[in-house]
């Protein structure tokens, strides 16, 4: 019994789908040209696929698992369970308005023609709003609409925004906040269940340790408490006595988030020599 994954064959999904699978341990080769390989270290098959293909895989149970952006899951409604976020491939789903026009609110979108490769997504945003607009579906190059008398709006994926400002274009609303996404087929056997939560758990353990640093310093030993104050870690932090008389090593877990506060925290409550070190896995 193997479990088969669908990920994207090239493409903004594909270099993080392979790492996240190489992080988890899984061991395969993932050559140029290739449709499907298997792991050499765990009962899975990766096949790839276009983005857009994935979902529909997932559904027919073709693919048991599916590693996809949000947008694509939302926008092709199949009947595929969501298991899990993964942090990457953050964007958004905006609509967005040439700079010229005063963007007053979703009212100005009614009676709008709105270009647009999400037309299911952007039809629930809208008539949630009771706003009626001339939904235009496009399949590509979305934000020169405008520009060419297409359209009066868009409705596109944003990262960085500069395609929207090179195209003289605002993001108005955001109809959706997506990152990469780990579907799977509903009501898999318990055989592959059993495989899906191990693999989940690899995949947990490698989102945690994304999140949080290992950090070490000096601290004088009339400081410890103090210290240990500002520091959060996920258990009490490690002490352990330095050859200097009077200093103790403190060795802590922090979360990314924080991180700079603490660390600016910590130096002024005496610590030295901080050093941060990556994780690689964390199991809690
Ligand atoms: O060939 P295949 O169909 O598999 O791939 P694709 O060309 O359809 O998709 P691809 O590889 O471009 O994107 C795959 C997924 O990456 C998307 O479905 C999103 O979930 C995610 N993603 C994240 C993005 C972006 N960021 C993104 N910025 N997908 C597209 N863009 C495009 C956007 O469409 C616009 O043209 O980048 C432009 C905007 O970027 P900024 O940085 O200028 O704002
Ligand atoms: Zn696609």
């Known amino acids: 019994m193997k479990l088969k994954i669908a990920i994207q064959k090239s493409g903004r999904l594909y270099d993080d789908s392979v790492k996240l699978l190489k992080e988890c341990g899984i061991e395969f080769n ?36 599916g590693i996809v952006g949000a947008n694509v899951s939302g926008e092709k409604q199949k009947s595929v369970v ?13 609509i967005a308005v040439p700079n010229r026009e005063q963007y007053t609110g979703t009212e100005w979108l009614q009676g ?34 405008p520009g060419i008398g297409l359209a009066d709006a868009i409705c596109d994926l944003v990262s960085s925004g500069s395609t929207l400002f090179l195209n003289g274009l605002q993001e108005a609303e955001v109809v959706l906040r997506s990152e990469a996404v780990l579907i799977a087929h509903p009501g898999l056997p318990e ?19 994304r999140n949080y640093k290992y950090i070490l310093m000096n ?20 002490v352990m006595s330095l050859v200097k008389d009077g200093w103790s090593s403190l060795h802590t877990v922090v979360q990314e988030d924080d991180f700079w506060n603490i660390i600016e925290q ?10 941060v070190i990556p994780i690689e896995k964390m199991i809690v």
Request: glycine residues 6%; charged residues 30%; proline residues 5%.
């Open 219 to 238: 601290v004088p030993d009339d400081r410890i408490g103090r210290v240990t104050g500002i520091l959060p870690g996920i258990k009490s932090p490690t």
């Open 30 to 65: 993932n050559g140029v040209n290739r449709l499907r390989s298997e792991a050499v270290n765990f009962p899975l098959e990766v096949l790839y696929l276009r983005d857009d293909d994935i979902p529909q895989y997932v559904a027919d149970g073709v693919a048991d698992l």
């Open 82 to 94: 969501l298991v899990d976020e993964l942090g990457f491939a953050k964007c958004r789903l905006s």
């Open 112 to 145: 709008k023609k709105i270009a647009t490769t999400y037309p299911v997504l952007l039809r629930e945003y809208l008539s949630a709003r009771q706003i009626s607009a001339d939904i235009h579906e496009i399949s590509g190059s979305v934000e020169i609409a």
């Open 266 to 275: 910590l130096k002024e409550e005496g610590a030295e020599g901080i050093l």
């Open 191 to 209: 055989e592959k269940q059993v495989l899906l939560d191990k693999l989940l758990f690899r995949i947990q353990s490698v989102k945690r340790s």
